[in-house]
């Protein structure tokens, strides 16, 4: 079975049509680190040719509504897409170039971080983001 039978298996799974563009879009979100639409959508074109950017929105709305792709949305940056899901992991982010990586949970079971006070709310997960500069950033800033 070739990766693209099982992406479309998963596509059958949650309920959604199987389209060569949503196939290359969610093996476009696997294979890349936190893209933004613009190059999920040039990742997409690369593998089947043209595709709207309004048809990218759609599917990627699509894809995350149905727990296969996770957007993240740090202050200040476009939308970024991950297909790393349903382990509520966080992320950290460079100040200077916008680089996003992935950081596993702080410490424990999610949701990881307790609440001061949670008025009421039966909490199950904790969506962070650290900030600071990548090792690059850090070593120019420094030179």
Same mark, same amino acid.
């Given at each position: 079975?070739? !990766?693209?039978?099982?992406?479309?298996?998963?596509?059958?799974?949650?309920?959604?049509? $199987?389209? =060569? !563009?949503?196939?290359?879009?969610?093996?476009?979100?696997? %294979?890349? /680190?936190?893209?933004?639409? @613009?190059?999920?959508?040039?990742?997409?074109? %690369?593998? #089947?040719?043209? $595709? +709207?950017?309004? =048809? #990218?929105? @759609?599917?990627?709305? !699509?894809?995350? =509504?149905?727990?296969?792709?996770?957007?993240?949305?740090?202050?200040?940056?476009?939308?970024? *897409?991950?297909?790393? &899901?349903?382990?509520?992991?966080?992320?950290? &982010?460079?100040? +200077?170039?916008? $680089?996003?990586? /992935? $950081?596993?949970?702080?410490?424990?079971? =999610?949701?990881?971080?307790?609440?001061? %006070?949670?008025?009421? *709310?039966?909490? %199950?997960?904790?969506? #962070?983001?650290?900030?600071?500069?990548?090792?690059?950033?850090?070593?120019?800033?420094? +030179?």
């Amino acid at each position: 079975m070739t !990766a693209s039978q099982t992406t479309a298996e998963e596509l059958r799974s949650v309920g959604l049509r $199987v389209t =060569a !563009a949503r196939v290359a879009m969610l093996e476009t979100v696997r %294979d890349g /680190d936190h893209l933004d639409v @613009e190059a999920i959508a040039s990742g997409v074109r %690369d593998r #089947v040719g043209h $595709v +709207s950017l309004q =048809a #990218v929105y @759609e599917a990627l709305h !699509a894809l995350t =509504a149905a727990g296969l792709v996770r957007r993240i949305e740090p202050a200040g940056s476009p939308a970024r *897409f991950e297909g790393r &899901v349903g382990d509520n992991h966080h992320h950290v &982010v460079c100040r +200077s170039c916008g $680089v996003v990586a /992935d $950081v596993d949970c702080a410490v424990g079971e =999610a949701p990881c971080l307790t609440a001061s %006070d949670n008025h009421g *709310f039966s909490i %199950d997960e904790a969506d #962070v983001i650290y900030w600071g500069l990548c090792p690059g950033c850090s070593t120019t800033r420094s +030179s």
